[in-house]
């Protein structure tokens, strides 16, 4: 069994910017694609952002040109960076490692933007 924790979360302002990381209690990053997903009460978990095992990346439209993500170069976290805040981007962001039928998921870091 493989644990993630998230960290980075918080309150911040419209316009600002927030750093999330993903941290796995094993160091499975070599082989496993990472993603970040976020949830609103509500409503179904949506897909955020990935990257791949070989550094491929795709972000979901309404993060491309503000977040960014990443890994250290050791392969142990997985960083989103995420700029130009809006307060539709609150929610609860998740990270996800899987490889093939295996996905493992961290329990989650509030990320609220408001004024």
């Known amino acids: 069994q493989v644990q993630l924790v998230e960290s980075g979360g918080g309150l911040v302002q419209p316009g600002g910017s927030l750093r999330l990381s993903c941290a796995a209690s094993?160091?499975?990053?070599?082989?496993?694609?990472v993603g970040w997903y976020r949830q609103v009460p509500g409503k179904e978990r949506e897909f955020v952002a990935h990257?791949?095992?070989?550094?491929?990346?795709k972000y979901a439209d309404s993060a491309k040109g503000r977040f960014s993500i990443s890994e250290d170069n050791a392969k142990t976290t997985v960083n989103l960076q995420m700029n130009s805040l809006k307060s539709e981007d609150t929610a609860v962001y998740f990270c996800?490692?899987?490889?093939?039928?295996?996905?493992?998921w961290g329990q989650g870091t509030q990320v609220t933007v408001s004024s």
């Open positions: 990257i791949t095992s070989d550094g491929s990346t």
């Open positions: 996800c490692a899987v490889k093939g039928q295996i996905t493992y």
């Open positions: 094993r160091s499975i990053f070599h082989f496993y694609a």
